[in-house]
Every structure is written in structure tokens, then in C-alpha cells.
T-cell receptor
């Protein structure tokens, strides 16, 4: 089992749709969680941190469920420009620093 | 503006050659990281550094080395390049925030091909 798992997709949605991605992690001692966005052949860019209480940034909402060991990303009112790969990132510092990236979920938003 | 740069952006080399990829950041971040990204895998951590003279092995460190002689630079060296090291390499830097978060910022990547 991979330490961080994401549904690779692709998710194909029309503009204006709401779409949700989940990411599960295996290390219960993980401390920090993030969502990154990566456009084709570009570097990953930080989309948002994920806080225990959940957090929202405009059309994006991130949630953390420690009991079930997953994080989620909800995108409302999808735009064409949201088309990208979304990477889940889990960081732990128990027994050595570890940053684990999920393999990513592809999103295509169509007109 | 502060930034993180990588050079070269593209490199083709032959099996057995030593290759060094440069990473330079002007954020004045203490933490720097090297990752590789391959199809079907997420980014995998090669080496990381918490500060000058500090280096640590990541998940896939075999065949790679780094050195940290100043805050701004963390060069990655492939001692004897192998075809399995053909990949896209990303450098990142971060600073631990007051809340303990470690948000990493990435360079544009180096595409390395080993023939």
C-alpha cells in the first residue's frame, strides 16, 4: 500500500461544476498536509495548506479527517483554468523528516 | 522578488558521466530539497538540508549526493549517471512557520536524459 494514495482520475467536469478529490495517508503520525497544483510540465505550486478545522480559500475548501486518515479538496464553480493535476502532500517528522507526495489527480474542466 | 532557480533546464548526458544540477534560492530559506518526478509516481524526495553543512538522505538517495556550503545553494550531483536517473528534477525551499508548517516552494525543474 502506498503511503499516500490519490484517485488518478481523470475527472472530466463542465464549467461551473463542483468536484471533490480525496487523498488517503497511512502514517497516523503525519503532521502537516497540503494541496499543490501542477500544470503540465511545470513545477508544483502550493494551492493551500490543510488545517484540522478545515479551511476555505475562495472556491476551494480543504478538509482533514485524522480518524479516517484522509484529506479532501472541494472545488466549487469550476473554471477552465482549474484544469491541472492536484497533488496531495503529507509531511511527518517522526523517525526522520518525510515529505510524501501523492501521484496526483488529473482534472479537466470543459466549456 | 525572491525566487528559486534551477540550471540547466534541460540536460542530456551519457551513462557513467558525473552530472551536477544547480539550485539557487533567494528566499533566505534554511530548508532545501531535491525531488525527482517520474510518470506513475508522485514526487520522490532525494536529499534535503536544514541549513548550511547539513544534508540528509531522502527516500531515493542512492546514486545522488548534495552539499550545502551556503544558504542559497544546494547542488545535486549524480556521481555516475544511469538511465534509471532519467527524470524531471525539482528543487524546493521552505521555512518552518511559527505554527510549525513547512510550505515548500519549487523551482521550475530540470529535465535530465541519460542515454
Amino acid at each position: 500500500r502506498k503511503e499516500v494514495e490519490q484517485d488518478p482520475g481523470p475527472f472530466n467536469v463542465p464549467e461551473g461544476a463542483t468536484v471533490a478529490f480525496n487523498c488517503t495517508y497511512s502514517n497516523s503520525a503525519s503532521q502537516s498536509f497540503f494541496w499543490y497544483r501542477q500544470d503540465c510540465r511545470k513545477e508544483p505550486k502550493l494551492l493551500m495548506s490543510v488545517y484540522s478545522s478545515g479551511n476555505e480559500d475562495g472556491r476551494f475548501t480543504a478538509q482533514l479527517n485524522r480518524a479516517s486518515q484522509y484529506i479532501s479538496l472541494l472545488i466549487r464553480d469550476s473554471k477552465l483554468s482549474d484544469s491541472a493535476t492536484y497533488l496531495c502532500v503529507v509531511i511527518s517528522n517522526t523517525g526522520g523528516f518525510k515529505t510524501i507526495f501523492g501521484a496526483g489527480t488529473r482534472l479537466f474542466v470543459k466549456a | 522578488d525572491a525566487e528559486i532557480t534551477q540550471s540547466p533546464r534541460h540536460k542530456i548526458t551519457e551513462t557513467g558521466r558525473q552530472v551536477t544540477l544547480a539550485c539557487h534560492q533567494t528566499w533566505n530559506h534554511n530548508n532545501m530539497f531535491w525531488y525527482r518526478q517520474d510518470l506513475g509516481h508522485g514526487l520522490r524526495l532525494i536529499h534535503y538540508s536544514y541549513g548550511v553543512q547539513d544534508t540528509n538522505k531522502g527516500e531515493v538517495s542512492d546514486g545522488y549526493s548534495v552539499s550545502r556550503s551556503n544558504t542559497e545553494d544546494l547542488p545535486l550531483t549524480l556521481e555516475s549517471a544511469a538511465s534509471s536517473q532519467t527524470s524531471v528534477y525539482f528543487c524546493a525551499s521552505s521555512e518552518i512557520t511559527a505554527s510549525g508548517r513547512n510550505e515548500q516552494f519549487f523551482g521550475p525543474g530540470t529535465r535530465l536524459t541519460v542515454l
